[in-house]
């Protein structure tokens, strides 16, 4: 299986009808570098950066970040290095933080939230983003975001963080892109305004389908409700894809969603421009993207998402495409 996917490493990630889509990987420590090019990824469409948070006592310094996000920039130019910045809470734990025990930590005191909170912390965070998009083609994504307002507030603190770049002559990408994760059903359905201000989109799978079917993505027992294949999660997917376009801005998927190949002819009907996952699952998805007519998947889609009812009729449709 392996080998016979070997055909696929270095072709174009490109359909049967000249859709591009761009296959880039997730990582999250130095060590992903080297496997993710060798996976032959076209660039990093998600840097989870809290495992640098991760199993120590106090957080990276801004040279610390600098220096590793340098580096992941390097290894993938001019492909593209997303970089989402702090995502702490939820299932991650980071002691050190403060946030402590909750309820609901999956509704509580997590990412964006958290960061807001923390200007200094986040904009060290930031900075070394900056710095780093020196290098490469880097860009910023902002994670959990569920109202306009945060996402504003964030792109502020880049502003500040760009200001006090330049006051010390430290070089960076002025034009750097700033988009955000897509996981919150309010996101999802507030997307059109988001697109004003968001330079891309990509939506978090994984979150986004616990959030929009109230299933915890780690509780064994609902685990049977939990399915990126519900009419629901499909519609919320399909929807981000209009506002994405009515805007203009470039859109992609991050969570493990997007390494399901019996996804891929549905995204790219909904007009995706970049998947990221695994890098084992690259070749995967390049044979199922050469193998997809966009315009008819389209035309499929536009008639039956509307009729699909039931999961299982949901997974029958996305088969047959
Ligand atoms: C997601 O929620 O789909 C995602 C990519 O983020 P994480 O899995 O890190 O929460
Ligand atoms: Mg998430």
């Known amino acids: 299986e392996l080998k016979r996917l070997e055909v696929y490493r ?12 761009e296959l880039l990987a997730n990582i999250g420590l130095e060590l992903d570098i080297g496997p993710a090019l060798a996976a032959d990824g076209e660039g990093v469409g ?3 950066t809290e495992f640098l948070y991760m199993d120590r006592s106090s957080a990276p310094s801004e040279d610390e970040q600098f220096a590793l996000y340098q580096k992941a920039a390097q290894a993938f130019a001019p492909g593209p290095v997303i970089i989402r910045t702090l995502d702490v809470g939820g299932d991650k734990e980071i002691a050190y933080l403060g946030i402590g025990k909750e309820e609901n930590p999956f509704l509580g005191y997590r990412a964006i939230r958290y960061c807001l909170e923390h200007q200094e912390l986040f904009k060290i965070q930031l900075r070394g983003i900056l710095r780093a998009s020196a ?12 109202t306009v307002a945060e996402f504003k507030e964030g792109l502020a603190l880049v502003s500040e963080a760009k200001a006090e770049l330049k006051e010390q002559d430290i070089p960076f990408d002025e034009q750097i892109e ?3 994760m897509i996981e919150t059903p309010a996101a999802a359905m507030m997307a059109d305004v988001f697109a004003k201000y968001a330079d891309f989109f990509s939506i978090g799978t994984n979150d986004l389908t616990q959030y929009t079917l109230s299933v915890d993505r780690g509780n064994e027992k609902v685990a049977g409700l939990y399915s ?14 209009e506002a994405a376009a009515g805007a203009g801005i470039m859109w992609g998927v991050c969570g493990e969603a997007a390494a399901d190949p019996l996804l891929t002819k549905f995204f790219i ?6 998947l990221s996952m695994a890098g084992s699952s690259i070749l995967r998805i390049r044979q199922q993207v050469l193998e997809t007519n966009q315009f008819t998947c389209a035309e499929r889609l536009a008639k039956e998402l509307k009729l699909l009812e039931t999961c299982a009729e949901a997974k029958t449709f996305l088969e047959s495409l």
């Open 46 to 48: 998600l840097f989870r």
């Open 10 to 21: 270095g072709q174009a990630s490109v359909t049967k009808d000249g859709k591009e889509v």
């Open 228 to 241: 990126t294949y519900d009419p629901a999660v499909l519609r919320m997917i399909h929807r981000v894809g």
């Open 269 to 274: 009907a909904c007009g995706v421009n970049e």
């Open 135 to 146: 290098y490469g083609k880097v860009k910023i994504m902002l994670p959990m975001i569920t």
């Open 178 to 180: 700033v988009g955000m």
